[in-house]
């Protein structure tokens, strides 16, 4: 069964850094290319940013560029997103998501297969 778990999200206040971590099982990461996008309350879903499936190339929307770093080691079967000067407007449900293509988008969420349950980003001071 395929299946996609994020953790690491919390509460932090203005400035501080998060790492969220995807991990996943039932299959094998390498096959996918990750997108990590978010939800807030009222809002539509939106694309965060978005790794190609062998890693060489990573988007971002243009909200965390510069603040937000996409990784991932597909030997340990887990993608990263590295939140750094995190913003109350990033408060949100993160998740990542699985794309069988060698290439990302960070737009166009109904492309992606397969979905984590999410993991909430709190930013308040």
């Known amino acids: 069964q395929l299946k996609l778990v994020e953790s690491g999200g919390g509460s932090v206040q203005p400035g501080e850094s998060l790492r969220l971590s995807c991990v996943v099982s039932?299959?094998?990461?390498?096959?996918?290319?990750i997108g990590w996008f978010r939800q807030a309350p009222g809002k539509e879903r939106e694309g965060v940013g978005c790794?190609?499936?062998?890693?060489?190339?990573?988007n971002y929307t243009d909200s965390v560029k510069g603040r937000f770093t996409i990784s991932r080691n597909n030997a340990e079967n887990t993608a990263y997103l590295q939140m750094n000067n995190l913003k109350v407007e990033d408060t949100a449900v993160y998740y990542c998501?699985?794309?069988?293509?060698?290439?990302?988008?960070?737009?166009?969420?109904?492309?992606?297969?397969?979905w984590g349950q999410g993991t909430q980003v709190t930013v308040s001071s």
């Open positions: 998501a699985a794309l069988p293509r060698p290439r990302c988008s960070v737009r166009g969420w109904g492309i992606y297969d397969y």
């Open positions: 039932g299959f094998t990461l390498d096959h996918y290319s």
């Open positions: 790794i190609s499936r062998s890693g060489d190339s990573a």
